[in-house]
């Protein structure tokens, strides 16, 4: 193999993928394992749900490696950037009831982005406000975060407290709340104290460990949300059922931004929208201080996977922000096993623990 492709396969983070893809579900476990060992992420809480139902859940490594305690079905990560998809959701139900319009100039919701052209809320929601609005992919949280904004406006509220009202609560969504060093944790109820004795503890890897480190303390549209594996599998199949959008306004946000050009964009509207070996994934990735995460959707066989660390190992190593799915080896381990392979899932619900 010449030095030009061995450079290109450690570009895409492909060696784990140059081995078959799991052929059972114990296989799968140990891949994850080794993935989170050679990554040195502290822990890893992985779920996968299909159709209405979470059917498998599996806890790898320590939360806590000081006090030993290991991650369960109710510990609370850092989402990061996953919470983008829950900020588009919000902001496309206010779309269904016409408080707001993916049209509207976001100069009329005090936003003032300089450059050519008119920017929309469109191009906010899909990371093409850069340059000429709507004719290049720029993945830029902080613009993306401006959409606290336009939610506010639009829902008479901050996001916190439309999320909190339009999602959270409306789903029983105990182990879910905005970040408990922002003030906008004050929307969720829980007592701060008892909340953060849940959550992972955050590490940054250093010389031949981990060093404790706090977690970011910023809350809004972009990043902050905190949350368990399997809330973040409930809000999915929330999605899914029609429960939060209605389903062509669910199929919009899902759908991948064109440009004038005729070039098909990797960024629908609060998603990633991409293929993967010919099938359609709808995804985000969370990367941020001491945490780091991965949702897949994979719309045709209602699957969805979902994976919280408390490192940023999960996405740290890969260019998910140019859209590029398949650099992630954690995400060519499900996608290759379940999804283009044959790997049976268990046929009943997980109870969770």
Request: hydrophobic share 45%; proline share 7%.
């Amino acid at each position: 193999m010449g030095r030009s492709c061995v450079i290109a396969l450690l570009a895409l983070g492909c060696g784990a993928g140059l081995s078959r893809p799991s052929t059972s579900i114990p296989q799968f476990e140990e891949r994850l394992e080794q993935l989170r060992t050679e990554s040195r992420i502290a822990a890893v809480t992985a779920v996968i749900a299909r159709n209405q139902e979470v059917v498998w859940t599996r806890h790898f490594g320590l939360a806590d490696l000081a006090g030993g305690r290991a991650p369960s079905d109710s510990t609370i990560y850092h989402l990061a950037s996953l919470t983008k998809p829950f900020a588009s959701i919000v902001l496309m139900a206010l779309v269904e009831e016409g408080r707001i319009s993916l049209d509207d100039p976001v100069s009329n919701y005090g936003v003032t982005l300089p450059g050519p052209g008119v920017i929309l809320v469109r191009h906010l929601l899909s990371h093409t406000s850069e340059g000429a609005p709507g004719t290049s992919f720029h993945y830029n949280g902080d613009r993306f975060a401006l959409l606290d904004a336009v939610i506010a406006q639009g829902a008479g509220m901050p996001f916190a407290e439309a999320l909190q009202t339009r999602i959270i609560a409306r789903l029983g969504l105990r182990h879910t709340a905005p970040n408990p060093q922002s003030g906008a944790f004050a929307v969720s109820g829980h007592d701060r104290a008892v909340f953060e004795a849940g959550m992972a503890k955050g590490y940054t890897v250093s010389g031949g460990g981990h060093t404790p480190t706090p977690y970011p303390a910023q809350f809004s549209s972009a990043a902050g949300l905190t949350a368990s594996a399997l809330d973040v599998a409930a809000f999915s199949m929330a999605l899914d059922r029609n429960a939060l959008l209605r389903a062509e306004t669910r199929a919009l946000a899902f759908t991948p931004a064109v440009n004038p050009a005729g070039d098909t964009l990797p960024y629908g509207l609060g998603w990633f929208s991409t293929r993967y070996r010919g099938v359609r994934v709808v995804w985000q990735y969370g990367l941020w201080t001491a945490n780091s995460s991965l949702i897949l959707k994979v719309p045709d066989r209602q699957l969805t996977f979902i994976l919280l660390a408390n490192t940023d190992g999960l996405s740290s190593p890969y260019p998910l922000g140019a859209g590029t799915l398949e650099s992630s080896p954690w995400a060519r381990e499900f996608l290759d096993a379940f999804v283009l392979g044959s790997v049976p899932l268990p046929q009943t619900a997980v109870t969770p623990r």
